[in-house]
């Protein structure tokens, strides 16, 4: 069992920086890829970037690419999402996911994932 807390959200203007942070529980965290989703109104959940057990490969939606950034603490139990260069269109509801894998690259589907936070809105101002 995995739980995940997400902070860092809040309100930033267009071309601001974000740094979204996921605490997780449990005794064997570096066991699972780890991902963040996001949800804007009336849209349907998306991903945006995962990362595997072991920190070593990652990848990201076409959206985000050269701006965000996903990166991983499993001594401390932490995943983070740096978002520089931020867009309106990134805001959004931002969810930390966990999934039980030791492969070499996490899943990206919304299926894959068993564990998810309660999210933290991102508000992006143009």
């Known amino acids: 069992q995995v739980q995940l807390v997400e902070s860092g959200g809040g309100l930033v203007q267009a071309g601001g920086s974000l740094r979204l942070s996921c605490a997780a529980s449990?005794?064997?965290?570096?066991?699972?890829?780890m991902g963040w989703f996001r949800q804007a109104p009336g849209k349907e959940r998306e991903f945006v970037a995962g990362?595997?057990?072991?920190?070593?490969?990652?990848f990201y939606a076409d959206s985000v690419k050269g701006r965000f950034t996903i990166s991983r603490d499993n001594a401390k139990k932490m995943v983070y999402l740096q978002m520089n260069s931020l867009k309106a269109e990134d805001t959004a509801v931002y969810y930390c996911?966990?999934?039980?894998?030791?492969?070499?690259?996490?899943?990206?589907?919304?299926?894959?994932?068993?564990?998810w936070g309660q999210g933290t809105q991102v508000t992006v101002s143009s």
């Open positions: 449990g005794r064997t965290f570096s066991n699972y890829a």
């Open positions: 996911t966990a999934e039980r894998s030791l492969g070499d690259l996490p899943p990206a589907g919304v299926g894959e994932y068993d564990y």
């Open positions: 990362i595997n057990w072991n920190g070593r490969n990652s």
